[in-house]
């Protein structure tokens, strides 16, 4: 039977885990567990893929939503509700999910990792090295920063923690001239406050909880939602937030998974959702490359266009959100930032001219195939199917002029939905 191990029991590395053991293989989870308190703010989507994995236990610690105050270019609404996620307790609840479901959790520090073609020796802090005969990588940003990567303006974020009384919890997000601020409150009275700054230019290490006190002090926001006790230093830990993509995602034996294979701006969009997007396409990538490994290079170049898709897709999103803060657009932090990764629409204008059909890697069940798909100027990986019903013949028989024959052999719904996708990627009759 092949070993699986997994390095790394956060979202991504669970993801896999649980759609690995459901496929039948043993699979091992090593991790380090999260040496700092920390909270997030999660959305619907976020609990949605939770659910989607099997995640039950970990769904069940997302706080009931809670208002959300944004100031940002000067405008203020708290429309906006989240969800607030307290990680150490997801993060067990996570390990509980994976001993439910059978599956072998170590709780240790990798030291080292020596590859080979015929497998992989896991070295660990105490206890005797491992093998593996496949190796997944989710740990993280921590993962080791090995081969070519791209890598965006350089930025650092400093997470605060405090303590107040309990109360009303609620959350604010903040631009500012040099950067920006998330901050929240539990209903237990536990308090956070992350300031996302360059990484250029910052004070001392050890005058950074003063320099974070004094910026506190100047936010109004952090005075409507925090008492007195957020004007004083705080426990600090400080780490990178730099968006990172991996040009090389996979090889013959492993696989990169979460923020391991693209990590992205904390602006971009919420970091779980981001772990599970990339992860649960994963076991399926992994089952083809140990089942059919005549598909192995269809699998990974399957696995390394979705990782790519998935990174420009957020980094887009982080880019206009930064770009609606137009008070400061000669400060090197939104300057840098607003037109980073590049300057592509988030969607592409509908096209039908550039609507094209190809033959792509897609998911069939639990394994990665080549089929014909229909490429548009906004899905550039291709649509295979439109809820159940196949693009490629109709867009095929459209271009030969019997478009009319083959809507007529589909139920009225499906007909009258595909006519309009037609119309929505430009075509008109």
Known sequence: MTEIAILGAGPAGAVVALGL????????????WRRFAAVEGVSQRVLDGLRQAGLSRALACAAAPSPRRVQWNGDGQ?????????????????????????????EARVLKVASADDGHLINIESGEPLRADFLVEARGRQAPLAGGRLRGPETLSLLNQWREEPG??????????????????????????QITLDARDLPPRDQLPDYCARRRSQSALVRELFGEAALQPASLHARSSTAILFHEASGPNWLRVGDAAMAVDPLSGNGIFQSLSSALQAPAVINTMLQ???RAELARRFHQRRVE???LRFARTGRDFYALEQRWPEQPFWRDRCAWPDTEPMHAPADFSQV?????????GDLIEEAEVVVTADQPLGIWHLQGVELAPIVKALRLGKLGRALASLPEPQRRMVQGWLLGQGYRP
């Open 21 to 32: 053991r459901r496929l039948g293989y043993a699979v091992r989870v090593i991790s380090e």
């Open 78 to 106: 708290s429309i906006n509700q989240e969800c607030l996620l307290d990680r150490p307790q997801f993060d067990a609840a996570i390990r509980e999910d994976l001993h439910a479901a059978g599956i072998e959790v170590l």
């Open 168 to 193: 009303r919890p609620g959350s604010a997000v903040e631009s500012l001239p040099d950067g920006w601020a998330w901050m929240a409150r539990l209903e237990d009275g536990r308090c956070y406050w």
């Open 292 to 294: 059919r490994p005549e």
């Open 309 to 311: 898709h998935l990174f």
């Open 356 to 364: 094209r059909v190809e033959r792509a890697p897609v998911i069939q």
